[in-house]
């Protein structure tokens, strides 16, 4: 079956550390999305990419950098820059014409800074 | 000092009974509508979306009413069931049409 699978599921920094953070998906999908969401905030987008090799900055995205060099693959690295990185992170996707499919969303990380 | 975190709305509904939930957007120019549902530590999942040509659009116990008046969104779930408990987002998509925002979500809890 086709889906989006996000590791790890539960993932502790030391501060000061970078961590990455992988989202795999094998739907065909072009564009590929990374969000962050915090208790009882909506989901606020960090990076986006709507091709291979190519990606745009959300609108939270100091911290972080991501990378597009496989369609099925965009990794999201969380670095030391980011001064609160204690989150819930999910990665989307979607064919080219948002109108009509939506996103499909991974099962989430949770990121936790200790 | 003390951060006090953000609370989500809340609705608790006894089993059976039918759930409204309500959203509200704020760009006029938004033409694609979705409903999420999110269990707790997982990803969302595609309920039932609707187009800014349409004003009721009706999935298997769910309707979704769009007012393009007052940008009102609302989601009825019909018979609420125990695993009807879960957050619940709207999203639109509004120009250029490149991402999906979010609301902050609504909690669901049924009550057996």
């Known amino acids: 079956d086709g889906g989006i699978t996000q590791s790890p599921k539960y993932l502790f920094r030391k501060e000061g550390q970078n961590v990455t953070l992988s989202c795999e998906q094998n739907?065909?999908?072009?564009?590929m999305y990374w969000y962050r969401q915090d208790p009882g905030q909506g989901l606020r987008l960090i990076y986006y990419?709507?091709?291979?090799?190519?990606?745009q900055k959300g609108d939270i995205a100091e911290g972080y950098s991501v990378s597009r060099e496989k369609k099925e693959s965009f990794p999201l690295t969380v670095t030391s820059a980011q001064k609160n990185p204690t989150a819930f992170y999910l990665c989307a996707s979607t064919k080219g014409d948002r109108r009509f499919y939506g996103y499909t969303f991974g099962s989430g990380t949770r990121l936790t800074v200790v | 000092g003390e951060s006090v975190g953000l609370h989500l709305p809340t609705l608790s509904v006894q089993e059976g009974d039918n759930s409204i939930i309500n959203c509200a957007y704020s760009n006029s120019a938004s033409d694609y509508f979705i409903w999420y549902k999110q269990e707790s530590g997982k990803g969302p999942q595609f309920i039932i979306d609707?187009?800014?040509?349409?004003d009721k659009r009706q999935g298997q116990r769910v309707t979704v009413l769009l007012n393009k008046t007052v940008k009102h969104l609302s989601l009825q779930i019909a018979a609420t069931q125990p695993g009807d408990s879960a957050v619940y987002f709207c999203?639109?998509?509004?120009?250029?049409?490149?991402?999906?925002?979010f609301g902050t979500g609504t909690s669901l809890t049924v009550i057996p």
């Open positions: 739907l065909n999908h072009d564009a």
């Open positions: 999203a639109d998509l509004r120009p250029p049409g490149n991402q999906f925002y």
């Open positions: 609707i187009r800014s040509n349409m």
């Open positions: 990419s709507q091709i291979v090799n190519d990606f």
